[in-house]
């Protein structure tokens, strides 16, 4: 086993379910549990078998935990990239890496939302009947731990493998990039994160305590 100073620095890939019908029409979905549209489906295969598998960009040896959010489309984005390998690699089903709770705009299109309060951003104002920034903020901060527990491992004993995967949502991602680099969630505002867009974070100069974004958006259909 190589010691920490020529182990290559842990990665955590960051996915978003593929297309659903829903965030082809900008609805906000949260609870609702859809599933992928046939060209989500068959872009995922498709990337599946360009981009997963061993010496891949995911390769599976690479990997010791994979956290999918419960809801029909980023399980079935998670299987879609996987069930192909020989190893699936660990993985766990968890609600907290759902996406956030819309509450009472559950469903809705931004206009709409827009014409009950005209002046609410869910980046200040959470959701009314949901998860506020508070809730959200510390749900993901949460998340964070335990990826970086898993690469404070790997790097200083070598006993895991290198990468974490997520497969969650569109608004989830965003917040989470946002408080990977430790900045406030409301950066998330600023990050376009596409239907089935791979995000890589790491870290800089070798050392954990500098997290970084990597890349944004690879592989991901542009609208």
């Not at 020529?6 to 297309?19: N, Y």
Request: with cysteine; proline share 6%; aromatic share 8%.
């Amino acid at each position: 086993m190589s010691d920490s100073s020529t182990r290559p620095m842990p990665r955590l890939f960051l996915i978003r379910h593929a297309e659903t019908e829903w965030s082809l029409n900008g609805r906000h979905t949260g609870r609702t549990d859809i599933p992928l549209t046939s060209r989500g489906e068959e872009e995922t295969k498709m990337r599946a078998l360009q981009l997963v598998g061993t010496g891949k960009v995911l390769d599976p040896a690479n990997m010791c935990m994979v956290f999918v959010s419960p809801r029909l489309r980023a399980h079935r984005t998670f299987h879609l990239l996987f069930d192909h390998t020989e190893s699936v690699p660990p993985h766990i089903i968890t609600e907290d890496v759902r996406e956030w709770d819309y509450g009472d705009y559950e469903g809705l299109k931004p206009a709409e939302i827009k014409a009950i309060n005209p002046n609410w951003t869910i980046w200040k104002d959470g959701c009314p009947g949901g998860e506020s920034t508070t809730d959200m903020c510390s749900r993901v901060d949460t998340v964070i731990e335990k990826v970086r527990a898993h690469h404070k491992e790997y790097l200083e004993k070598g006993t895991v493998s290198r990468d974490v995967v997520i497969v969650a949502h569109g608004h989830f991602n965003r917040v989470f990039i946002s408080r990977w680099i430790r900045f406030p969630l409301s950066l998330g505002t600023h990050f376009n994160v596409e239907p089935a867009g791979i995000a890589i974070l790491s870290y800089n100069h070798r050392n954990l305590g500098e997290p970084a974004l990597n890349a944004l958006n690879l592989y991901a259909h542009v609208s």
